[in-house]
């Protein structure tokens, strides 16, 4: 069933309160890399989204130099 518009306007207010605490990143991938990215997610049973974050906490955690990879 598609979302109403009163449920997207109290979304979309809900989003631009204090309490909201998410925001969205994004990164443009070539396709077999990004390909490679969700496939490597799914074997590890995660979305594509918490994979990303997993990854990227463990290497500011662990003091990972990843910059000339």
């Not at 109403?4 to 631009?16: L, T, V």
């Not at 077999?32 to 969700?38: E, L, R």
């Not at 979305?47 to 906490?57: G, P, W």
Request: a positive charge; glycine letters at 2%.
């Amino acid at each position: 069933m598609p979302r109403s518009e009163a449920q997207k306007r109290a979304e979309k207010k809900y989003q631009q309160s204090e309490k909201f605490q998410y925001t969205t990143i994004a990164a443009r991938l070539k396709k077999d890399m990004a390909a490679q990215i969700q496939k490597t997610a799914e074997e590890k049973g995660l979305s594509v989204s918490r994979y990303l974050l997993l990854s990227a906490k463990y290497c500011m955690e662990n003091n990972i130099d990843i910059k000339d990879e």
